[in-house]
């Protein structure tokens, strides 16, 4: 199995993932989107409250109660260019895609009061806390260009305890396995925002509708319908 980062280019006049973004918030830059924020904090976020700014609020809740500027693109996104890179025609999917932003001096996905201090936060998404199915195939779409402390850090595989920086650019998704391989942040040194989405898929012959375990967070099942839709063409 390959697990490298594999790196994709898309038409941003197409998917406009960005510009939806941007008119949302309403800034220039979405790198100054902590601009927006009147207290961005001193404490790294913990798995509990790192999904829970006012940013963040505002993009599930435009999300929730009926965007489907992005929801159109999103799944135009999944069947017109994901399916493309599998070659197939049928593909589960994530239904609704998680909103990332990783603040100055700060991380995106945050981690518990157990994680070495050197690796707070970093995870595999099959681990107990996510229970995520190792049959997933991972997807983040930057909307900002980011690099190094304001990306994501990737086992080169399983295992291996060697890590490499993604390099985040706009017109760009990337895919990796997020459910085997250990991934993470550190803390964003730039001075700038990162902000991405991020979503997962699975091949139709590795979904398993009797997988038992619920994500830890939403407390969804892993099952079309649950956390996921299943998209045909």
């Known amino acids: ?50 999904d829970s700014t006012k940013l963040h609020s505002t993009f599930y809740n ?50 518990n009061e157990h994680d070495p201090a050197d690796r707070y936060g970093w995870h595999r998404d099959s681990d107990p806390q996510y229970n995520h199915p190792k049959t997933e195939k991972n997807f983040i779409v930057p909307l ?8 994501v850090y990737i086992e080169t595989y399983p295992g291996s305890n060697k890590f490499i920086p993604a390099k985040m650019n706009i017109g760009e998704v990337f895919n990796f396995c997020g459910a085997e391989c250990i991934h993470g942040n550190k803390p964003n040194i730039t001075g700038n925002s990162r902000v991405s989405f991020d979503f997962r898929v699975m091949l139709k012959d590795d979904y398993d509708e009797n997988y038992l375990k619920n994500s830890k967070l939403k407390n969804k099942k892993f099952v079309v319908g649950g956390y996921y839709e299943i998209m045909e063409r």
Do not use: C
């Open 144 to 151: 900002t260009d980011s690099r190094e402390s304001a990306s």
């Open 62 to 111: 435009k999300l929730n109660t009926g965007w489907p500027e992005f929801m159109d693109t999103y799944k135009s996104f999944i069947k017109d260019f994901i399916m493309d890179i599998y070659n197939t025609d049928v593909l589960i999917y994530q239904a609704k895609p998680t909103f990332r932003v990783q603040l100055p001096d700060n991380i995106a996905v945050g981690g």
């Open 1 to 50: 199995m390959n697990y490298d980062v594999q790196y994709y280019k898309y038409d941003i006049n197409q998917f406009r993932f960005k510009h939806l973004v941007t008119d949302l918030f309403e800034v220039n830059q979405l790198r100054n989107i902590h601009t927006l924020l009147d207290n961005t904090g001193n404490e790294l976020f913990s798995n509990e409250d790192d």
